[in-house]
């Protein structure tokens, strides 16, 4: 009996822990472009694996990238704004592959893992202890024993039903094992603070290669959307859409430095080994940066350099988001874009896993639509994937949602891919996305009934919450 009433303190010591915690961030904002953009210097620099490129250098693969594209004006607008507020330089010479699914994305995955010679660094927001979690975990304790080391870094939230003798097997093995801001205060590093999560998806493989996307380590995207012949979902089973990358060349050092950074910060036991950046020479053509973003850091990166590429959008905005709870300046981006007769298309889902993340994003759609902002709602699948393309050059796919969850409180790490070749294989997948999905009209919008009204006005009073 004292025992129970013990754990009943601490559940409400920690409930209230919460609630304090929510508080102080509902008076934070993400910051406004105005008060970051202080030193541009009109130049954009190209590193390839030797380091910078000469002005002259850069300034030739861009006007390449420009020439092929269909808008001439984007990148110079853009590119400088962004060189100012993200960390790491624009990297060329690498390669990129489009995942389209879970099943594509794991097999991938797991080729790389299998042929690993040194080293596996893996950090996830969710990583569970069912079909696909164990496929993982054994595969990685077997390349353990092989002298391959293995480096996890799992969020203690995302994974929080995932009991600790599945990590427990790893560890034993020789495998180091980070739980990150681990709920339970007795046990944290550093400051504690519940709202601080790492959502962040990315597997390096040997400082190589790099996987990075929306897809989280779960049996919920078994069943796949590449048209390959996969497990076919149950009657009572929604199908998850996703997408994910696979990047080689020189800018795998960048994502590495990203998943250093946070196993540092968490001041974990240092990871020590020159073979954590190997040389890399130059794979491929493809122009690439990784982008992350911490609540440690001034702002979001992510959220500064999209917004950044909306305001100078001179064509199109293709968005395709799983939770779309917009602050009034991404708001008001999107609508000028639109009111600028730019093609904005918004792709979110017409199902979720979060009831109130759903009623509030429905809660902006009048505001957007009665500015020809047009939207879609995927029909077939839980939609979980977060990418965007701007003016058939511009792409990204990441972790990043467009919401305050992860404006302020979360870590995220997004590529960011310029190129129209790219390009033509992102608007395919819109397109092709939207092929499944249902256009929503203001007319038809405005016929919805008062109930749902009556959810979505709850649900956007908690959007900062969110």
Not at 9 to 22: H, K, P
Not at 265 to 282: D, F, G, R
Not at 396 to 411: A, H, P, V, Y
Request: with cysteine.
């Amino acid at each position: 009996m004292a025992i129970q009433h013990f754990e009943y303190i601490i559940y409400v010591v920690l409930i209230i822990a919460v609630g304090i915690s929510l508080l102080m961030r509902s008076s934070r904002i993400p910051i406004k472009m105005s008060g970051i953009v202080t030193r541009l210097t009109g130049a954009v620099y190209i590193h390839n694996h030797r380091g910078a490129l000469t002005s002259k250098q850069s300034k030739s693969i861009l006007n390449k990238l420009e020439n092929n594209s269909r808008n001439t004006q984007f990148l110079n607008k853009h590119l400088v704004i962004e060189a100012d507020m993200v960390d790491q330089p624009l990297m060329t010479g690498n390669t990129v592959k489009l995942l389209i699914d879970g099943p594509t994305t794991y097999d991938e995955m797991f080729l790389a893992i299998n042929n690993a010679k040194h080293h596996i660094n893996l950090e996830t927001f969710i990583i569970e202890d069912d079909e696909i979690g164990q496929r993982f975990i054994k595969l990685l304790i077997k390349k353990q024993r092989s002298d391959v080391q293995v480096n996890l870094i799992y969020d203690s939230v995302g994974s929080i039903n995932t009991p600790a003798e599945f990590f427990a097997q790893l560890e034993e093995s020789g495998g180091n094992i980070l739980e990150f801001n681990p709920v339970n205060p007795v046990k944290t590093r550093k400051d504690w603070d519940i709202n601080f999560r790492d959502h962040r998806k990315l597997l390096i493989i040997d400082g190589e290669i790099a996987f990075t996307g929306g897809i989280n380590i779960s049996s919920v995207y078994s069943s796949g959307f590449s048209g390959k012949k996969r497990k076919k979902a149950k009657n009572d089973e929604i199908r998850w859409r996703d997408t994910h990358l696979r990047l080689g060349g020189p800018v795998v050092s960048q994502f590495q430095t990203l998943f250093m950074s946070t196993w540092n910060a968490q001041k974990a036991e240092p990871l020590i080994s020159s073979h954590y950046y190997p040389e890399i020479t130059e794979q491929g053509d493809e122009v690439v940066r990784a982008v992350g973003s911490s609540p440690e850091e001034p702002y979001c990166q992510m959220y500064v350099t999209l917004l950044s590429a909306i305001n100078s959008a001179e064509s199109q905005v293709l968005i395709t988001n799983a939770y779309f709870v917009p602050d009034e300046q991404l708001l008001k981006a999107l609508k000028n874009a639109a009111q600028r007769n730019v093609d904005v298309r918004l792709l979110l889902p017409s199902k979720s896993d979060s009831n109130l993340v759903f009623y509030a994003s429905r809660s902006f759609y009048d505001e957007l639509l009665s500015a020809n902002v047009k939207i879609y709602e995927r029909q077939d699948a839980l939609l979980h994937a977060k990418t965007a393309l701007i003016d058939n050059v511009w792409s990204t796919i990441g972790s990043t949602n467009l919401d305050w969850r992860s404006f302020i409180d979360n870590q995220e790490i997004n590529a960011v891919i310029l190129g129209s070749c790219f390009g033509i294989q992102m608007q395919t997948m819109f397109e092709k996305d939207l092929a499944s999905s249902e256009l929503i009209t203001l007319k038809n919008w405005r016929k919805r009934p008062v109930s749902a009204r009556i959810k979505e006005a709850g649900a956007r009073l908690w959007a900062r919450f969110l």
